[in-house]
């Protein structure tokens, strides 16, 4: 089946710092990669989609300055948490989805805490 | 707007028996529905999907129905057992870009 993986799985940082995360198909290309939130005992939340050679869409509410995407090839996404502040403290998840599949696949997730 | 509900926060059942969790969704109309399992601290693992002109879906000991009519997707689980204890999201979708339900917490006593 398709893989994806995250890097970092946990990462802890200070307030104002800015944090990458990775997201990468592993043995698929992925067009689309998709970003999402979660909050304990919550359910996912979109934050935006990343198309690949192109800018992200993000949903409403996210904003962009402050979790940048970028979709530099077929098999990496990353977001990067700038000036990162404790209420930015989450699980990040990534997916992504090839052409012409009907099915995103999930990342194992990124604990953000933010001190 | 778009609302997806799953019918509750977290079920308990005894081992052996069938787990019938629901997913109800109003002013959507998806292409097709996925199920998904998390575990705690984990990203999604994708189960089924069913696209709206289907009925049903089966593999395995997992099954999943969809009506458009009642806007529902039902997802079984027979003869449970305590490794399927985890959260189970159902989640729309039209195009590409998914709504997922909040999840139901399901734990099976053994």
């Known amino acids: 089946g398709a893989v994806v993986s995250q890097h970092p799985s946990r990462v802890i940082c200070k307030s104002g710092t800015s944090v990458k995360i990775e997201c990468r198909s592993l043995?698929?290309?992925?067009?689309?990669m998709f970003w999402y939130r979660q909050f304990p005992k919550k359910s996912l939340m979109l934050m935006a989609t990343?198309?690949?050679?192109?800018?992200?869409?993000?949903e409403q509410g996210v904003e962009k300055d402050k979790f940048l995407i970028n979709h530099a090839s077929l098999t990496l996404s990353t977001l990067t948490v700038t000036s990162a502040h404790p209420e930015d403290s989450s699980f990040y998840i990534c997916?992504?989805?090839?052409?012409?599949?009907?099915?995103?696949?999930f990342g194992p997730g990124t604990r953000l805490t933010v001190l | 707007s778009q609302k997806i509900e799953q019918n509750s926060e977290a079920l308990n059942i005894q081992e052996g028996k069938t787990a019938t969790l629901t997913c109800n969704y109003t002013?959507?109309?998806?292409?097709?529905l996925q199920w998904y399992r998390q575990d705690p601290g984990r990203g999604p693992v994708f189960l089924l999907l069913?696209?709206?002109?289907?009925k049903e879906k089966r593999k395995e000991r997992l099954k999943v129905t969809f009506d458009t009519t009642l806007k529902q997707s039902l997802f079984h689980i027979t003869a449970s057992q305590p490794a399927d204890s985890a959260t189970y999201l159902c989640?729309?979708?039209?195009?590409?870009?998914?709504?997922f339900g909040t999840g139901t917490r399901l734990k099976v006593l053994a």
């Open positions: 043995d698929f290309q992925a067009t689309t």
């Open positions: 069913i696209r709206e002109n289907e």
């Open positions: 990343s198309n690949e050679g192109s800018k992200a869409t993000y």
């Open positions: 002013n959507y109309s998806p292409a097709y």
């Open positions: 997916s992504a989805g090839g052409t012409g599949t009907d099915t995103q696949y």
């Open positions: 989640a729309l979708s039209g195009t590409y870009k998914y709504i």
